[in-house]
């Protein structure tokens, strides 16, 4: 069983080493947070459950729209980025970016931290 | 009065999901996600987003039906699905008074925000234990009978008995609307 606190260091890993990075989340598909580093302005409870519908719509969309199966939901404001993508069967990612992430890294240093998280979940 | 937006509102496991799911004309679009919170020890699946439906009833209205997530983390959906709804269901389960306290909190959220006709529309009446409709009242907060909204029993699987809901809403609705003319 992975502990928590091995995840949540992951998260901070990503968020020191990734450029304009300001917060991950690892949610339940049901909208209960498991690892968080967020924004102390930002309610961990509600965000996570917000992450979890958000997600459920996307996925809703691209398949009844046959846009096959979905890779990440982008909400692009004007004050930054919130990024939503599976990570497993059971969990989801959100990351937090400022307006001055690059979508191209940002979306690789994604990819490669679900990569982590997956191999961390399989042992 | 063609086109109708009504949502269905209530705590976890009253029947929500099958209450659309027992009357719509089109698929149900569902947003059902495996429950690892205390849900999962009633129900295998949780609403996170809503459940849409759509039901054409026979004077020609369309009813667009959208049920709400249970779940008190998931409020941010209750006020976005509320906006430009003609009237709500409340359903409850009447056999588990351990939730009355939650669907009156849920019916609190609502009134707040705003003043739509509702009904309340209790299930598993006709389990052992359940409590009586003018006992449930009580228990939700609906003191004044003469203000209190009207109460139908609803069976959520069976597409007759949620029908009979609907209309009662209805009916409903066009007595606030005649009384809001008069």
């Known amino acids: 069983m992975i502990q928590a606190s091995a995840l949540k260091e992951q998260l901070e890993n990503f968020i020191r080493k990734t450029p304009d990075v300001e917060g991950a989340l690892l949610v ?47 909400v692009s404001g004007e004050k930054g980025y919130s990024i939503l993508v599976g990570c497993g069967e059971d969990i989801l990612l959100l990351t937090l970016a400022n307006s001055d992430a690059k ?10 931290l679900v990569q982590e998280i997956q191999s961390l979940l399989k042992d | ?29 569902d947003t059902d996600r495996r429950a690892t919170d205390e849900t999962a020890l009633r129900k295998q699946r949780t609403t996170v987003a809503f459940d849409y439906g759509k ?20 409020d941010f959906m209750w006020d976005i699905l509320i906006k ?49 409709a003018e006992e449930m009242a009580l228990a939700l907060g609906l003191i004044d009978k003469e203000a209190r909204p009207p109460i139908v029993t609803v069976n959520a699987l069976e597409a007759k008995s949620v029908a009979r809901c609907l209309i009662a809403l209805l009916e409903h609705l066009i007595e606030k609307t005649v009384l809001n003319k008069g």
Not at chain 2, 6 to 19: D, E, M, R
Not at chain 2, 55 to 74: D, H, N
Not at chain 2, 98 to 108: T, W
């Open chain 1, 103 to 112: 979508e191209g890294i940002l979306f690789l240093s994604i990819k490669r």
């Open chain 2, 1 to 29: 009065m063609d086109k109708l937006k009504i949502v269905i509102a209530g705590p976890v496991g009253a029947g929500k999901t099958s209450f659309i799911n027992a009357i719509s004309e089109v698929e149900v679009v």
């Open chain 2, 84 to 132: 430009g709804v003609a009237g709500y269901v409340l359903l409850v389960d009447a056999n588990r008074p351990q939730d009355f306290y939650k669907a009156r909190q849920i019916l609190n959220f609502i009134k707040e925000r705003i003043n739509t006709p509702m009904i309340l529309g209790l299930t598993h009446m006709d389990c052992e234990g359940a409590w009586e």
């Open chain 2, 55 to 74: 039901l054409t009833v026979s004077s020609g209205q369309i009813l667009y039906l959208y049920g709400a997530p249970g779940q008190f983390r998931f």
């Open chain 1, 28 to 74: 339940t598909y049901d909208g209960l947070s498991i690892a968080s580093v967020i924004p102390s302005n930002l309610d961990e409870e509600r965000t996570s459950a917000m992450s979890a519908a958000m997600l459920s719509l996307g996925d809703r969309i691209a398949r009844e729209l046959n846009r096959g199966v979905i890779e990440r939901i982008l």
